[in-house]
C-alpha cells in the first residue's frame, strides 16, 4: 500500500470504542455491551434496534465496514504475533534453571498474559482490539509490558535458589558455578525481552503511522454515516486529536 505524505508524520489516533471482528458481524463495545453491529457489512443495528438504510446509505455503511476490516485485524496480528511464543520461550528458560518449576513466574507470566489480552485479543474466529491511543501503542509494549516481563523474571529469581539451593543440599557440584551460570542467563535473557518488545514497539509504531491516512479516511466515512444516523454519534469510535 503506497503511503501518502502526509501519513509519513505523527497522527494522534483514538479508538473511542472496543472492536469485535469476525468473519460476518463487526461489534462496536462499551463496557462489555455490543453498542453497534454491523451484520455482513452492510445492515446495521444500534443497541439491538435494526436501522433501515436506503441503498446509497448502505453502500456508505459497508465502506465504513470494510476499512475497520482493513486495519484493526492486522494491528492485531502484528500485536499478538510472538509475544505469547516469546513469554513460553522466558518460561522454559527459567524453569531450566532449577528441578521445580517456579511458580511465582508462572503467576506474574499470567499477569503479562492478561495485560496483553486487554488490549489486543485474537482467537480462530475473532479479533479484539480494546478502546486506546494508537499513537501511543509504543509505550505500552516499551513500558507497561516490559517492566511486567522484567518483573516476572527477576521476581522468580527467589524461587530458583531456593530450588538451586535444595539441589546442592542433596547432591555435590559447584554451586557458584550454577549462581553465576544463572546470572549470566538472567542478562541475556533482559537484553533479548528488551530487544524484542522495542522491536515489537517500533513495528506497531511504523503500521500506526502507515494507516494514519487510512483511519483519517475512515473517520471521514463514520462522520457521514452519522449525519444519516445521529444515534450512531453515541459510539464515535474513530478520534483524530
Known amino acids: 500500500m503506497a503511503i501518502p505524505l502526509q501519513a509519513a508524520g505523527k ?13 460476518s458481524v463487526i461489534r462496536i463495545v462499551d463496557k462489555n455491551q455490543t453498542r453497534v453491529q454491523i451484520n455482513n457489512d452492510n445492515q446495521l443495528l444500534i443497541k439491538g434496534k435494526w436501522i433501515q ?3 446509497q446509505d ?3 455503511l459497508n465502506e465504513y465496514a470494510l476499512g475497520i476490516r482493513d486495519t484493526v485485524p492486522e494491528l492485531v496480528n ?6 505469547n511464543l516469546g513469554l513460553s520461550a522466558i518460561e522454559q528458560v527459567v524453569e531450566g534453571m532449577s528441578d521445580n518449576d517456579p511458580e511465582v513466574l508462572k503467576t506474574q507470566l499470567q499477569y503479562v498474559e492478561r495485560a496483553l489480552m486487554d488490549k489486543f485479543k485474537r482467537g480462530e474466529d475473532f ?25 516476572a523474571v527477576h521476581g522468580s529469581l527467589g524461587a530458583i535458589l531456593v530450588s538451586v539451593g535444595d539441589a546442592f543440599k542433596a547432591r555435590e557440584g559447584n554451586i557458584e558455578d550454577r549462581f553465576s551460570d544463572m546470572g549470566q542467563r538472567m542478562e541475556i535473557i533482559s537484553r533479548e525481552i528488551d530487544k524484542s518488545l522495542k522491536k515489537k514497539a ?8 502507515e494507516y494514519c491516512e487510512c483511519l483519517n479516511a475512515l473517520d471521514k466515512t463514520e ?3 452519522q449525519s444519516i444516523v445521529p444515534s450512531l454519534a453515541a459510539y464515535d469510535l474513530v478520534q483524530i486529536r
Open 223 to 225: 462522520t457521514r454515516l
Open 53 to 55: 438504510l436506503s441503498d
Open 58 to 60: 448502505t453502500q456508505l
Open 78 to 83: 502484528l500485536a499478538t504475533d510472538g509475544v
Open 11 to 23: 497522527c494522534d489516533v483514538e479508538l473511542g470504542h472496543g472492536l469485535i471482528i469476525t468473519d
Open 127 to 151: 479479533y479484539f482490539i480494546a478502546p486506546q491511543s494508537l499513537s501511543k501503542i509504543d509505550d505500552f509494549f516499551t513500558k507497561e509490558i516490559s517492566e511486567r516481563i522484567h518483573s
Open 202 to 209: 517500533y513495528q506497531l509504531e511504523e503500521k500506526a503511522d
